[in-house]
């Protein structure tokens, strides 16, 4: 195992040789201002479009620069990686490019969306092993059966030239944009593509400050951030799969910790809101770790006001079998979303009063689990209501109150709300 201490910094001499390496498999992605955004928050929004790639993420940048460095014995030999996805793909699309075997160990609840894709990607030349609830548990698979095997591990993010590879974002961007960049927002997994724009902006353009961003619930590189070493969350929610570790890398930790200019976290009902306003509004596809840049944008509202404002949109690998799901967070985030025990009377006509009297003109029934006790004089429920505005809640729950009906509210304690709904 590595030390958590490195000296090792991505030189740019090294990463404008990565882009000369991927010109064959990765073309430019384009750099498009967002009226929306640059209206909504008085400064020069624009979106670095990575979710365009042939594989709909940043990863195959680093996957084939990584794979395309390897010696001849090592090539022959094979190689071996673990993904929640996005890397998977680039990994797929590289050994198929260029006559490599792969081994791609992936999370059990990978969405189907993704293994599909790298199947394809890859053809004959890739092996798909399902391991695990969580990156990390693919990655502990992925790094057993390298050395049992003499295999090449292919880091997703924790290796020079992965890191080299995804940095060349940070060249096209300057080559791009006609005017300085101010700040870059740029979503941290593992932290490759950080460490990697770190490197280029470093070297090319030192003034612009690089902020990374974290889901709330997988904050890996904030904590060891803020405690000044490497450390491995015991738990993580897993609904941001592409940006879900429980730890960071060796390398990205110690130069983003030097390197980034923020480091900010994002709630995930906040994430699901920015994606269903990118698809209706803007017809853009993402997935929940593509939508965090965009996402973290209102926590800096006042900093980045007038400046030029670059959002790094890092993958488009949504499952639509997640627009549900996706929904409902970004509805009990904007507090649209309400569950309650609710307990009706056993008399004729109660659900009917609760309806016609309780409920406001507005509110709407989404979710009714009903269970009659005979041995209670009330029968609960579990009822989702779904409000018009944030300010409709207080007087519902005294309604309820008032009229007997009002057993618990839900969503103040996570325990019970995923229990029961």
């Known amino acids: 195992m590595k030390d958590t201490v490195t000296t090792y910094f991505p030189k740019i001499a090294d990463i404008y040789e990565a882009a000369k390496t991927i010109r064959q498999v990765a073309n430019q992605t384009p750099l498009q201002q967002s009226i929306r955004y640059s209206k909504e928050f008085d400064a020069n929004i624009f979106l670095k479009r990575e979710d365009l790639h042939r594989v709909r993420s940043y ?51 990978t969405p189907r969306q993704k293994v599909d894709q790298t199947e394809m990607f890859g053809g004959d030349w890739v092996t798909i092993v399902l391991e695990g609830d969580t990156f990390d548990d693919s990655y502990k698979a992925a790094i057993a059966a390298c050395k049992s095997e003499q295999k090449t591990f292919v880091h997703p993010f924790d290796d020079p030239k992965t890191i080299e590879g995804q940095a060349t974002v940070g060249l096209e961007l300057l080559e791009q944009s006609e005017v300085h960049i101010d700040y870059v927002f740029v979503a941290v997994g593992g932290g490759g593509l950080a460490s990697g724009l770190c490197g280029t902006f470093h070297a090319l353009s030192p003034k612009t400050k690089i902020i990374g961003i974290e889901p709330t619930g997988a904050p890996s590189m904030k904590t060891s951030i803020a405690k000044g070493e490497l450390i491995e969350l015991n738990e993580i929610d897993k609904f941001i799969d592409g940006a879900a ?109 609760f309806v016609a009297d309780i409920l406001g003109p507005n509110d709407d029934i989404t979710h009714f689990e009903y269970s009659k006790k005979s041995s209670r004089e009330n029968a609960p429920a579990v009822v989702g209501i779904e409000l018009k505005s944030p300010e409709d809640l207080s007087p519902l729950i005294t309604r309820m109150k008032a009229n007997g009906f009002f057993g618990d509210y839900l969503n103040d304690k996570p325990d019970l709300f995923q229990y029961l709904i």
């Open 59 to 109: 990863k195959i940048r680093g996957a084939f620069n990584k794979i395309s460095s390897l010696s001849k014995e090592e090539l022959e030999n094979g190689v071996v990686c673990a993904s929640a996805g996005n890397h998977a793909q680039g990994v797929a699309f590289a050994c198929n490019h260029l006559g490599v075997k792969g081994t791609i160990y992936m999370p059990v609840v």
């Open 245 to 353: 570790v429980q730890k960071v890398g060796a390398y990205t930790f110690s130069i983003c910790k030097e390197h980034l200019y923020n480091m900010e976290t994002i709630d995930e009902g906040k994430v699901c809101q920015t994606i269903l306003e990118l698809y209706n509004r803007d017809a853009i596809v993402v997935e929940p770790a593509g939508a965090l840049t965009i996402a973290a944008l209102d926590s800096f509202k006042e900093e980045i006001r007038g400046k030029n404002v670059v959002c790094i949109v890092s993958g488009s690998n949504n499952d639509i079998t997640r627009t549900a799901e996706i929904k409902e967070r970004a509805l009990l985030y904007s507090k649209l979303k309400h569950y309650f025990i609710i307990r009706f009377p056993q008399r004729p006509g109660a659900l009917k009063e």
